[in-house]
């Protein structure tokens, strides 16, 4: 049986005209109520919550405004570069931190959700020199929680000043082994001239566009150790692993280029014999007396790192294409 059967057509009609009226006095009545209370130009709580918008990253001292934040996985990087370096520059810290992570996966205990990491990159080094805090000297700096670099839109390699400053903050932030200076820029820059291979950083393939690599060409090491060290173009292990040795600020290169070949040769020399321990020294303390205690005697190191860095000034100068000197810090 059909339920309507029974019902005149004027009735239906009546009936709907009166649902009609009824809906529209509601429509207005709603209206007139809901612009009473929402003020012109802010959305209603519910929207809000609804749709959050994107949270206005926080800025490093002494910086008023940046062109844009890009947020990854684990990085915030407000940045003053095009959108598509920025993207560059965050593919790369991403794939810094999964290599680092991973090479020292035993002795780091990651936070189940920790901060992002906060990356300032600026457009260029014009722009970075006028905000850099650090010595003049530098080309990219960190300062907990920041790290600061500049796109460099004219080199081979545009981000390693950038990776060498986000390999600091990941062992403050995220390893929190303890900062030994001779350990912390060895680390750094061992991780900051390493090739990235279709999105993947591979520790220890070396980059010759990178900072200090494109060093060792100008090194003039003549074979015999005691000599170089007479004549300054070697500092000791000792002075170099207790800080003991000449300014920093006269010998900039040959630290950077010493840390850098002393890390490479603990981590690779003789299918990395030393790696282990020299990791074990990285997460507890790298005092000289600990790294005596745990790797070998500072002198006999000395000597086999001295060769190495002979071999490896040949093996990469012949590949290396020299660029204007600068430095990271
Ligand atoms: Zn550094």
Request: glycine fraction near 4%; include cysteine.
């Amino acid at each position: 049986m059909n339920p309507h059967a029974s019902i005149p057509v004027g009735a239906i009609k009546t009936r709907v005209l009166i649902l009609l009226i009824a809906l529209i006095v509601c429509g207005v009545a709603g209206t007139v109520i809901l612009t009473h209370f929402i003020k012109p130009g802010r959305k209603p709580d519910a929207v809000t919550a609804a749709q959050p918008a994107t949270p206005r990253a926080d800025l490093p001292p002494g910086i008023a405004a940046a062109a844009l934040t890009l947020e990854t996985t684990h990085y915030v990087i407000s940045s003053n570069a095009t959108p598509e370096q920025t993207a560059l520059v965050a593919q790369a810290v991403e794939s810094l931190y999964a290599a680092y992570t991973t090479f020292f996966r035993e002795e780091i205990a990651l936070a189940p959700r920790p901060p992002k990491l906060k990356l300032m990159l600026f457009k260029d080094q014009a722009e970075f020199k006028a905000h850099n805090t650090s010595h003049p000297w530098a080309e990219a700096f960190y300062r907990a929680p920041w790290s600061y670099a500049y796109y460099d839109a004219a080199a081979k390699n545009p981000y390693h000043w950038m990776l060498h400053e986000a390999t600091h903050q990941l062992r403050n932030e995220v390893a929190h082994f303890p900062k030994v200076k001779w350990i912390d820029e060895g680390i750094a820059t061992y991780f900051s001239t390493s090739h990235i291979r279709d999105g993947k950083l591979i520790p220890g393939d070396v980059d010759p566009d990178t900072y200090p690599i494109w060093h060792l060409r100008g090194l003039t090491l003549t074979g015999d150790l005691q000599d170089d060290i007479r004549k300054g173009r070697i500092i000791p292990l000792r002075d170099l692993m207790a800080d003991t040795g000449p300014p920093v600020g006269r010998n900039v290169n040959l630290y950077y280029i010493e840390y850098w070949s002393l890390t490479y040769f603990l981590f690779h020399h003789e299918d990395g014999k030393y790696a282990k321990q020299y990791k074990t020294l990285i997460a507890q303390e790298g005092s000289l007396e600990g790294f005596e205690k745990l790797v070998e005697p500072a002198e006999r190191i000395q000597s086999a790192w001295y060769e190495y860095l002979n071999s490896r000034i040949s093996d990469i100068s012949a590949m290396a294409r020299l660029r204007v000197p600068v430095t990271a810090v």
